[in-house]
């Protein structure tokens, strides 16, 4: 892996091969936050548990002047989609306009329901890809599996906004 990548927050399956192939960096490009609603006893537990994880990352993203994107990994569990999505942009909107303001950084927000994530590798590769990236296409985007199962994160940001 050639690009410094920071994953940090819950253990998510989807997210082993990204963490056994991971080498630690002082200088991320890339901060994966790992949220895991699929205890999450109520849907104000579970944006409680979204709020918080994003709201630890950014303490370390701060100190990073290299990090250029954010990845909010989500196994949404009994949560419905469209509630997760709607919630994770929500967050992720008010977390993208404060960065902006108060750190001057432009940071890509993206938040990824994994939850249906049927090939880890394959995940790894494309958030490796995205990290290894200096370009943006997008200040918040929220995707699924099935939006970076045959394209780039990339790719899908620019689809949704097409």
Do not use: Y
């Not at 991971?22 to 200088?27: C, E, L, P, T, Y």
């Amino acid at each position: 892996m050639t690009v410094g990548i920071r994953v940090v927050g819950d253990d998510l399956p989807s997210l082993v091969p990204l963490m056994r192939e991971m080498h630690g960096s002082d200088r991320p490009r890339c901060v994966v936050i790992a949220v895991d609603l699929r205890g999450a006893a109520s849907r104000r537990d579970a944006k409680r548990r979204m709020h918080q994880a994003l709201e630890d990352a950014m303490e370390g993203v701060e100190a990073a002047p290299a990090v250029r994107h954010v990845l909010l990994a989500i196994a949404r569990g009994d949560q419905a989609r469209t509630w997760v999505d709607a919630t994770a942009s929500s967050i992720l909107t008010r977390t993208h306009a404060a960065v902006q303001l108060r750190m001057a950084r432009d940071i890509e927000f993206t938040s990824l329901d994994v939850s249906e994530c049927t090939n880890p590798e394959l995940l790894a590769d494309r958030i490796v890809e995205r990290g290894e990236s200096l370009s943006q296409t997008h200040g918040v985007v929220v995707l699924d599996w099935a939006d970076i199962s045959s394209q780039s994160i990339a790719a899908a940001a620019r689809e949704v906004f097409s």
